[in-house]
């Protein structure tokens, strides 16, 4: 393999773990049974409930103290870009923890979760199969879920989560009804859609 082959590998790799670490975020988001703080100084009031003190929520939000003690007191109302989308983030990541777990262990335990995903998919020498653009949606297994959502929460590298997406669909899709697919290897490759429903 080339350095240009590998380079666009690892850039393939880097787009799975964004857009399912997304497809996650937006799947727990649609489970809130009440909406998050909008407002820059919502968020901010909200986030300095969950820290120690605002230097340690300034630390996080990569700020000022005084940066966050203007807000909370409402002296400024708009943030910068950088600051929104980690206000955002920051509140989304906070936002309603039991609702979350509970979803999750739904997830780990029984139902899995569904993975709608459009990319280009190539397969390994054992399969007839050329690689092709597929539309794919499929229920990933409890086991699989489990595997991903540990992963995510230990900072697994972008190789370690495609292979564990792949081998999930694989599992789920590719190898479902037999036929002489039970060893059948699947790579992902130029990801354009994922979404996930927990």
């Known amino acids: 393999m080339t350095s240009d082959d590998d380079k666009k590998k690892a850039e393939n790799r880097a787009l799975l773990r964004g857009k399912l670490l997304d497809g996650l975020r937006r799947a727990e988001c649609a489970l809130f049974t009440r909406p998050a703080p909008k407002s820059a100084t919502a968020r901010m009031k909200y986030l ?84 092709r653009s597929r539309d794919i949606q499929t229920n990933m297994s409890s086991h699989h879920a489990a595997l991903i959502l540990a992963a995510r929460s230990t900072g697994a590298t972008d190789d370690q989560l495609h292979d564990l997406v792949a081998e999930a669909i694989a599992t789920s899709y590719f190898r479902k009804d037999g036929g002489g697919r039970a060893g059948l290897s699947v790579r992902i490759e130029s990801v354009k859609r994922l979404n996930i429903k927990l």
């Not at 000022?64 to 980690?86: E, F, N, W």
């Not at 993975?115 to 007839?128: H, L, R, V």
Request: aromatic share 8%; glycine share 6%; net charge positive.
């Open 48 to 131: 300095r409930t969950r820290e120690t003190s605002s230097k340690s929520l300034a630390e996080r939000l990569r700020v000022s103290r005084k940066t966050v003690d203007r807000y909370l007191s409402g002296a400024i109302k708009k943030p910068h870009r950088r600051l929104q989308a980690a206000l955002e983030h920051e509140t989304e990541a906070e936002w309603q923890p039991q609702v979350r777990a509970q979803a999750r262990q739904r997830v780990v335990s029984s139902t899995g979760f569904d993975i709608q995903i459009t990319a280009y998919f190539g397969f390994g020498a054992e399969s007839s199969d050329t690689g």
